[in-house]
C-alpha cells in the first residue's frame, strides 16, 4: 500500500501492462454485505496493474471510512496497488477538495457509494461531480435501508 500526499506527480492513466486508476469512495458509515459483494465483483474486475485510489482523512490519526478500509484489504488480496491519498496537512476543506481533484485527475473510473441519508452528499458526492465534470465514468450506488445496492446514475 502507498501512502500519498497530495503533491505526489500524476501518473499516467494507462499503463503499458494495462492497468487503470480507479478512485473508490463511500460515506463514512456506508457499508454491507451486499456493498462488499458488489465493491469485490468491481474490484476483481480490474486489469493487472491497475490502481485503486482510496481518500484518507484530513487527520492521519483518524481511520479511513469503512468502504475504503474495505476496498483496501480486497485490492490488496487480489494484488492491485492501493494509495491512501492524503490532503495537505495545512489546508482544511480546500486542502481536501484539492485532494479530490487531484484524485480525479489520474482517474480512469469512479465508484462510490453512499449511505441511505447522504445520496450524492458531502465529500463522496463532491468526488462523483468532479468526475462528472471531467467526463470521468462514473456510477453511484446507495444503500437502502436494508442493506441493499441500488444504482443512483451512471456517468457519461
Avoid at 11 to 33: C, E, K, L, R
Avoid at 108 to 127: N, Q, W
Wanted: charged share 20%.
Amino acid at each position: 500500500m502507498y501512502y500519498s500526499q497530495i503533491d505526489w506527480a500524476p501518473a499516467p492513466t494507462h499503463y503499458s501492462d494495462g492497468g487503470m486508476n480507479i478512485v473508490v469512495a463511500g460515506s463514512y458509515q456506508a457499508m454491507s454485505i451486499h456493498l462488499a459483494t458488489h465493491l469485490f465483483s468491481v474490484l476483481r474486475e480490474l486489469p493487472a496493474g491497475s490502481i485503486v485510489l482510496l481518500r484518507a482523512p484530513r487527520n492521519p490519526s483518524e481511520p479511513v471510512g469503512k468502504v475504503e478500509a474495505v476496498a483496501a484489504q480486497m485490492a490488496t488480496d487480489l494484488q492491485l496497488d492501493v494509495e491512501l491519498c492524503f490532503p495537505p496537512v495545512a489546508g482544511g476543506r480546500e486542502g481536501v477538495f484539492k485532494r479530490d481533484y487531484t484524485m480525479i485527475e489520474r482517474a480512469d473510473r469512479v465508484v462510490a457509494y453512499f449511505s441511505p441519508d447522504k445520496i450524492m452528499d458531502g465529500g463522496t458526492g463532491h468526488l462523483v461531480e468532479a468526475a462528472m465534470n471531467r467526463d470521468i465514468p462514473s456510477e453511484a450506488w446507495r444503500l437502502d435501508d436494508g442493506g441493499r445496492l441500488e444504482r443512483v446514475g451512471d456517468w457519461p
